[in-house]
T-cell receptor, first 109, second 117 residues
Framework: QKEVEQDPGPLSVPEGAIVSLNCTYSNSAFQYFMWYRQYSRKGPELLMYTYSSGNKEDGRFTAQVDKSSKYISLFIRDSQPSDSATYLCAMSPYDKVIFGPGTSLSVIP | DTAVSQTPKYLVTQMGNDKSIKCEQNLGHDTMYWYKQDSKKFLKIMFSYNNKELIINETVPNRFSPKSPDKAHLNLHINSLELGDSAVYFC????????????????FGPGTRLTVL
């Protein structure tokens, strides 16, 4: 079993839809949880991070962590074509960051 | 100003050749990384240096050798290139290593797309 699992998609939604992206993990030592966004032919950039169970909101984005289920989610409200990218979840126990394989998202105008 | 830069952006070479990729960061960060992203977009850490000292060395063939002349630079040299080395290689940097996402946000370079023929 991989340490971090993520449905690679591709996921295609109409503009304005609510998008739900998810990751599961197996290592209880993970303390910090991040979402990175990667546009085509670019490097990943940090979107959001959290280090506790619960929700964290930033504009149209909400990150949710459930440590008891080892499950994290990223919700995108009112999705825009500019949200089309690959979204990578990432987690850190302490000394390094483990990335999920990414979910490719297309938001269709 | 580019925060993390890599050269070259594209690299096409024959099997068996030796090549280098250079990385520089102007963020004043202490830690730098090399990642490999394969065709399925899976981003996997290869090496990490903190203040020029190697701190992470994942299971990577000996043909890959990182070199950090100073904490702003981390280069990657690859000997005897193989077809399976074809991937996008990303350099990244962070203020510190591990521990806190607030100080350890990783800033990625634009990537070097390596194609081995």
């Amino acid at each position: 079993q991989k340490e971090v699992e993520q449905d690679p998609g591709p996921l295609s939604v109409p503009e304005g839809a609510i998008v739900s992206l998810n990751c599961t993990y197996s290592n209880s030592a993970f303390q910090y949880f991040m979402w990175y966004r990667q546009y085509s032919r670019k490097g990943p950039e940090l979107l959001m991070y959290t280090y506790s169970s619960g929700n964290k909101e930033d504009g149209r984005f909400t990150a949710q962590v459930d440590k008891s289920s080892k499950y994290i989610s990223l919700f995108i409200r009112d999705s825009q074509p500019s949200d089309s990218a690959t979204y990578l979840c990432a987690m850190s126990p302490y000394d390094k960051v483990i990335f999920g394989p990414g979910t490719s998202l297309s938001v269709i105008p | 100003d580019t925060a993390v830069s890599q050269t070259p952006k594209y690299l096409v070479t024959q099997m068996g050749n030796d090549k280098s990729i250079k990385c520089e960061q102007n963020l004043g960060h202490d830690t730098m990384y090399w990642y490999k992203q394969d065709s399925k977009k899976f981003l996997k850490i290869m090496f990490s240096y903190n203040n020029k000292e190697l701190i992470i060395n994942e299971t990577v063939p000996n043909r890959f050798s990182p070199k950090s002349p100073d904490k702003a630079h981390l280069n990657l040299h690859i000997n005897s290139l193989e077809l399976g080395d074809s991937a996008v290689y990303f350099c990244a940097s962070s203020q510190d290593r591990g521990g806190s996402a607030t100080t350890d946000t990783q800033y990625f370079g634009p990537g070097t797309r390596l194609t081995v023929l």
